[in-house]
């Protein structure tokens, strides 16, 4: 629900702009609501989860999202919905961080492959489903239903996950770190507002430079007094270990690229190809069967490649798939740009895949919590900074449209690069060796040593 809502809502900006009576500026805030206080939420979500326990978390967070849904459906005025839209957000920015946690506490290790390939159809699918669900709900019954659709799943899984969830629950420690919270969620909302306007209003425009310059200031002085504080509300001296940093910068520049290039794809779709929107929807979506398709070749190859070869290669696929892109034109026949869009869902298949797998390798069933957290803030960080790259660099080249786009796409390819040298040299394979079904030299060695001395 909260992957396919941070998208579906763009398909039905311009029939709430006529059923409001509202510039697309003002309906705008519908999308920009929910981000921003999915960016307060999502760094406090590890810390809640410890103190309350992750099942209480994960079904208040899940109530509040199902509850504000009926809300955004019912909402009678524009003001009403972006109210209900920034609830629906404080929902969203619990669930994902908590299920992922518990996710991964349920399983060891060696089975973290499994897991992965469970986590790409939220995140993965979820993107490329929603341009069509929008559409054809938007067309044929209602905007209401782009929300209410929310309302009976969620209904269906509080029972479930009331029922057959296990709760974890650590000994809680310290107070609630009331200086992180407001620095963390501040400074992000800030930050993430200049990020997602800029594009669109100028980057040299007052309101976007005291926002990015305030939210940067703010979260230095957050990861400063994180780093010193005993029980920080994110512990973000996590990502001093190498694998986990290692992981989530490569997620920036490959899965962050490719799902930017998933808003960017159906207005290039729809502006330069001529494209109907719910044309450009089935066309995109057939990047979600590349990643169901390849998910299970992927799952089976982790185990004999390990993490840097197959995320590597993805990320090279990544790359390839963002410069064919450059000979996209109009005229060109639209199998071929789905089979486009299949070849970029192999790719982010293996790339993804690889970072969910390894991630969490050395991360303590204790500190898995504020792991998650911070790698949901940094995807969902990545994502709006990717997009708003390749927005801009659309809205600032010069020529046609066509070249625009394609300038666009280059950057994309050269930031896919980029991602595709980092994960070769920056991801150990070695050091992943646990989500495998083995072990590491290091415990090899130290197992080995174990067992001369006690003469094994």
């Given at each position: 629900m909260t992957a396919i809502d941070m998208h579906i809502v763009?398909?039905?900006?311009?029939?709430?702009?006529?059923?409001?009576?509202?510039?697309?500026?003002?309906?705008?805030?519908?999308?920009?609501a929910y981000l921003l206080t999915l960016a307060v939420?999502?760094?406090?979500?590890?810390?809640?989860?410890?103190?309350?326990g992750s099942k209480r978390t994960f079904l208040f967070a899940l109530a509040l999202f199902t509850a504000?849904?009926?809300?955004?459906?019912?909402?009678?005025?524009?003001?009403?919905?972006?109210?209900?839209?920034?609830?629906?957000?404080?929902?969203?920015?619990?669930l994902t961080p908590t299920g992922t946690a518990m996710l991964y506490r349920a399983y060891g290790p060696d089975q973290r492959a499994r897991v992965a390939r469970t986590l790409i159809v939220p995140i993965l699918v979820g993107p490329g489903v929603a341009p069509i669900l929008g559409g054809v709900l938007t067309q044929t019954l209602s905007w209401r239903w782009v929300f209410l659709i929310n309302v009976p799943v969620g209904i269906v899984m509080l029972v479930y996950a009331y029922m057959y969830l296990p709760e974890?629950?650590?000994?809680?420690?310290?107070?609630?770190?009331?200086?992180?919270?407001?620095?963390?969620?501040?400074?992000?909302?800030?930050?993430?507002?200049?990020?997602?306007?800029?594009?669109?209003?100028?980057?040299?425009?007052?309101q976007?430079?005291?926002?990015?310059i305030g939210g940067i200031a703010l979260l230095w002085a957050f990861v400063r007094g994180a780093l010193r504080a005993p029980d920080p509300i994110l512990r973000v001296r996590l990502l001093r270990e190498p694998l986990l940093r290692a992981t989530n910068i490569v997620f920036v520049l490959t899965t962050g690229v490719f799902l930017a290039s998933l808003y960017l794809t159906p207005i290039f779709l729809q502006q330069v190809l001529h494209q109907s929107p719910i044309g450009s929807g089935t066309t995109t979506?057939?990047?979600?069967?590349?990643?169901?398709?390849?998910?299970?070749?992927?799952?089976?190859?982790?185990?004999?490649?390990?993490?840097?070869?197959?995320?590597?290669?993805?990320?090279?696929?990544?790359?390839?798939?963002?410069?064919?892109?450059?000979?996209?034109?109009?005229?060109?026949?639209m199998w071929l740009?789905?089979?486009?869009?299949?070849?970029?869902?192999?790719?982010?298949?293996?790339s993804f895949l690889s970072i969910q797998t390894s991630m969490f390798t050395h991360i303590s069933s204790e500190d898995t919590g504020h792991a998650s957290a911070i790698y949901n803030t940094i995807r969902q960080s990545s994502i709006a900074l990717d997009i708003a790259v390749l927005t801009t660099v659309v809205a600032g080249a010069g020529g046609s449209t066509l070249a625009a786009f394609h300038a666009a796409y280059l950057t994309g390819a050269i930031l896919a690069a980029i991602g595709a040298v980092l994960a070769w040299t920056l991801i150990s394979t070695d050091s992943a060796r646990s989500t495998m079904g083995g072990r590491s030299k290091p415990e090899q060695r130290e197992r080995a040593a174990a067992a001369e001395l006690s003469g094994d």
């Open positions: 763009n398909v039905a900006l311009p029939t709430l702009s006529r059923r409001f009576n509202a510039p697309l500026t003002d309906v705008q805030w519908t999308v920009i939420v999502i760094p406090a979500s590890g810390w809640v989860g410890d103190r309350i504000a849904s009926a809300l955004c459906g019912a909402a009678d005025s524009l003001a009403e919905l972006i109210a209900a839209r920034a609830l629906q957000g404080i929902g969203g920015g619990m974890h629950r650590p000994s809680p420690r310290g107070r609630l770190d009331v200086r992180g919270m407001l620095l963390s969620g501040i400074g992000l909302s800030a930050l993430l507002y200049a990020i997602s306007e800029g594009s669109v209003v100028g980057w040299a425009a007052p976007i430079l005291v926002s990015g979506f057939v990047e979600a069967i590349g990643v169901g398709v390849a998910a299970q070749t992927a799952g089976r190859l982790y185990p004999r490649l390990g993490p840097r070869v197959l995320g590597g290669s993805g990320a090279i696929v990544l790359t390839v798939y963002m410069a064919l892109f450059l000979l996209v034109a109009p005229g060109v026949n740009v789905r089979a486009l869009m299949f070849f970029g869902g192999v790719g982010n298949a293996g």
